[in-house]
């Protein structure tokens, strides 16, 4: 599941609202929704993400958030390390290799200080 897609079903299930409700008043299929939510789709296009915050009738900060979810969702990354050290390009190679191994914790632990990294100072 990717955090768009968490958030996605977390705003379905605070409004009460089934999938297949959701895809019908969206125009999509039932099982593109399904899909989108669990990650089995890429990230949503911007009309689709349009779409989705009329449905719920998002706007503002929250519209802002959502769409930062949806450029952070990308279930199928590609790390470009080309004219990076040997360093990166190892770290980019290992992270891909074993992320599905890494327990929840280190996870956590690295998403965490890569988010301090990216902050402004």
Same mark, same amino acid.
């Given at each position: ?21 959701? #895809? ?7 099982? %593109?929704?399904? +899909? ?18 009329? %449905? ?6 929250? #519209?802002? +958030? ?33 992320? +599905? ?21």
């Amino acid at each position: 599941m990717t955090p768009f897609g968490r958030r996605l079903r977390e705003m379905r299930a605070a409004r009460g609202v089934t999938l297949s409700q959701m #895809a019908q008043a969206i125009g999509v299929s039932a099982a %593109y929704l399904s +899909a989108l939510e669990h990650g089995k789709r890429g990230q949503p296009t911007w009309l689709m993400l349009q779409r989705i915050m009329a %449905y719920f009738n998002v706007i503002w900060d929250e #519209a802002e +958030a959502l769409r930062a979810l949806a450029d952070m969702s990308d279930p199928r990354v590609v790390v470009d390390t080309s004219g990076l050290s040997p360093e990166a390009t190892e770290l980019a190679n290992l992270l891909a290799r074993e992320i +599905a191994t890494l327990p929840p914790e280190a996870v956590a632990e690295l998403l965490g200080r890569l988010k301090i990294l990216g902050r402004p100072g």
